[in-house]
């Protein structure tokens, strides 16, 4: 069944706790997305603040880091509480060790790539990768809208990670909402991440999230 991986960016922040409460039931993972200003032109989520939640919830946490050079920062996002930490491609010279180390936290690792990035960068990476991450917009902000051309690499994508011998998530980010889903989940995504569909929609989040299992 297909994961959803809530996105607390579109939440209000002023009361993390209680929007947690409203999706723990519903969700699959919850998703921080970690902005540096450098990146991305955004900033967002500290480790202090995803350790301040770890309590609230079992559900894994899925650590989107969207911050340059983001070997030194491994280990305190990995001791903040998550359980998925996701590196860009675009931010990682020697991604191999990269994946490795986060590995080596005991971690899942994960690999985002943009919109213009190609696929290539995961091909020579799969033995060290559990999630592979296609935006599906320009990471730093919620409530883009979902870029078409993202389709074909999630086909390509797919075909891609069944080369290796251990499961590796495919995930999709940006733009995701019940007219949206489909299509991924029809290219091959297995996890979802949503934030202006789940917390800014007409629905309650319980609703919104059942729209985009579809
Ligand atoms: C964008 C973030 C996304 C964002 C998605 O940089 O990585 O996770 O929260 O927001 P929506 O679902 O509103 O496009
Ligand atoms: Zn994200």
Do not use: W
């Not at 297995?190 to 999230?209: E, N, Q, R, W």
């Amino acid at each position: 069944m297909i994961k959803i991986s809530p996105s607390l960016l579109s939440a209000d922040f002023s009361n993390l706790s209680s929007e947690i409460e409203r999706i723990k039931d519903h969700a699959d993972y919850i998703h921080f997305d970690v902005m540096d200003g450098h990146f991305v032109p955004n900033l967002t989520i500290g480790p202090m603040i995803i350790q301040s939640v770890r309590g609230k919830t079992g559900l894994p946490f899925d650590v989107h880091l969207m911050i340059a050079n983001p070997d030194p920062y491994l280990k305190t996002y990995a001791d903040s509480g998550a359980d998925i930490l996701t590196v860009h491609a675009e931010t990682c010279p020697t991604l191999y060790r990269t994946l490795s180390s986060i590995r080596s936290l005991g971690k899942k690792a994960g690999l985002a790539l943009n919109p213009a990035t190609p696929l290539a960068f995961a091909e020579n990476v799969l033995e060290v990768l559990d999630l592979l991450l296609i935006m599906t917009v320009d990471p730093g902000f919620g409530a883009q809208s979902f870029i078409k051309s993202s389709l074909p690499k999630i086909q390509k994508a797919k075909e891609l990670i069944k080369k290796a011998d251990h499961l590796i998530e495919l995930e999709v980010d940006g733009g995701i909402h019940p007219e949206t889903a489909p299509l991924v989940k029809e290219a091959g995504a297995t996890v979802l991440v949503a934030g202006s569909a789940v917390f800014s929609s007409h629905d309650d989040p319980k609703t919104a999230i059942q729209k985009l299992r579809g």
